[in-house]
DNA sequence: AGACCCCTGGAC
DNA sequence: GTCCAGGGGTCT
């Protein structure tokens, strides 16, 4: 399930191996892969000038060769290519491999670059998605348009004031990728019990100080899985096929019935915001207003 | 706000 | 054989 630790690490891994290259082929061999109203075949011929990371989207931004240098009117086109949106959803890979690999049973797309390399883009629960963007295609999706900030880019003030006056549960509006960018149901879990916050608490009635709290916990829980490469539980690999190491590093996330880190209370276990929760009942207690 | 759906490998 | 994992869309 790549989060945004995860997607950040396959960007990072992914850069240096594709970047200023030429995508000289793609493969479509999953029809229901390719969301949106353009052909993948758009992307042939297109360089890639950069690979990055929003929310838990991977970017690739590309350029055509014709298109570049010629009239500074003409790039702003709304047909104009821009770039290829990747999300991983549960089980989506994307990979490097060398010259003439095959593709393997879950291979849903391949692109090929101009120096032999194939990427693949692997995803055994087919709930990933690729999307060809242009102005035109960014401006009709959803999903783009409404996403919330990155949470790297919040100072602590306007970190708090995603959540005032809400609702909702601190879990829920973490998980919300409108309210907030790149959050998952691990590094939501981790943060809530760093900060000491029951995620079924309605988000008024979290204190200024425990909101900073959860600001602070988030950023270090973010920054130490980047620094880890990510967690690998089930399908998660960086773009080079190595496994993330953060997975040993879980307070909470999967962990139910345990010993609390902190206290050594058994761990509980519940849904929240529809998903599976593990939480601390003495670390993160619900009746504390 | 919650239920259901998409899909499939793996755990029991 | 049954259940579970879960991000996000959609419907109630």
New binding site residues.
């Given amino acids: 399930?790549p989060?945004l630790p995860e997607v950040e690490t396959i960007a990072r891994t992914l850069t240096p191996c594709i970047q200023h290259r030429i995508i000289s082929g793609v493969t479509l061999l999953n029809p229901?892969t390719l969301q949106g109203p353009l052909p993948l075949e758009r992307v042939e011929q297109a360089t890639i000038t950069g690979v990055r990371r929003r929310?838990?989207l991977l970017l690739w931004d590309l350029a055509h060769a014709m298109s570049t240098g010629i009239e500074p009117g003409m790039i702003t086109d709304s047909d104009t290519l821009v770039g290829l949106a990747f999300?991983l959803?549960?089980?989506g890979r994307v990979f490097a491999y060398p010259a003439q690999t095959q593709p393997g049973?879950?291979t849903r797309a391949i692109f090929d670059l101009d120096d032999g390399q194939r990427i693949f883009f692997d995803d055994?629960?087919?709930?990933g998605l690729i999307r060809v963007l242009t102005p035109s295609t960014l401006a009709d999706w959803?999903?783009w348009n409404k996403l919330g900030p990155e949470p790297f880019a919040l100072d602590p003030q306007a970190f708090a004031r995603l959540f005032a006056g809400k609702?909702?549960?601190m879990k829920?509006l973490l998980?919300n990728?409108s309210v907030l960018a790149g959050v998952?149901?691990?590094y939501a879990d981790e943060s809530l019990f760093r900060a000491g916050i029951n995620p079924a608490t309605p988000a008024h009635k979290v204190s200024a100080p425990q909101l900073q709290s959860l600001h602070r916990q988030l950023l270090d829980v973010l920054n130490e899985s980047i620094n880890a490469c990510g967690s690998s539980i089930?399908d998660y690999r960086t773009a080079r096929g190595d496994a993330g190491a953060f997975q040993n590093a879980f307070c909470v996330?999967g962990r139910a019935g345990k010993p609390c880190t902190v206290c050594a209370n058994l761990l509980a276990i519940s849904r929240v915001?529809?998903?599976?929760t593990v939480f601390c009942p003495k670390c993160q207690p619900l009746d504390n207003f």
């Fill in positions: 399930m989060e229901g929310g838990k999300h959803k549960m089980s049973t879950h055994a629960r087919k709930f959803p999903f609702r909702g549960q829920a998980l990728q998952g149901n691990i089930r996330y915001a529809g998903r599976t």
